[in-house]
């Protein structure tokens, strides 16, 4: 079976959390697709939710993990693409109806809203979890057509 791409991005308030999660991704054997940032600068959080959205768009990840202090902000620049569907979660069964029910492809946490090990609790469910179509298909195809 090939490795998964999963690519993930945080601005300067997740820093920390994104290190875990990705280093945790990949000793479980995850192909992570590090998009940065990589330092302590203060950095703007849009350049890093637009830069994971691209990758996705393009097919090079299947799924995104964002982060930002609150996971607001990136998760408001990520869902202006189509494309994308990103789900902020702080708990576990927000993750799975996030799979569930909206198909999310991108999981958003804030780095200063929660912890590692309910992060990668949510990961996991968020990563394992299928989408169950039916009545939820057609909602989610409306997402990706919003009248103009
Ligand atoms: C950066 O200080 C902070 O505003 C950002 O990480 C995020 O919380 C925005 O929504």
Known sequence: MTKQTIAIACDHGALALKSHIAAYLQNKGYEILDLGV?????????DYGYKLAHILKDGQATRGILMCGSGIGISIAANRFPEIRAALVHD??????????????????????????LCEECVNTFLNTD???G??????????????
Not at 136 to 148: F, T, W
């Open 38 to 46: 990589n330092g302590t600068e203060s950095v703007d959080y849009p």
């Open 92 to 117: 576990v069964t927000c993750a799975r109806l996030a799979r569930e029910h909206n198909d999310a492809n991108v999981i958003v946490f804030g780095g200063r809203m929660i912890g590692p090990d």
């Open 131 to 133: 989408f169950e179509g």
């Open 135 to 148: 009545r939820h298909q057609r909602r989610v195809d409306k997402l990706s057509n919003p009248p103009r």
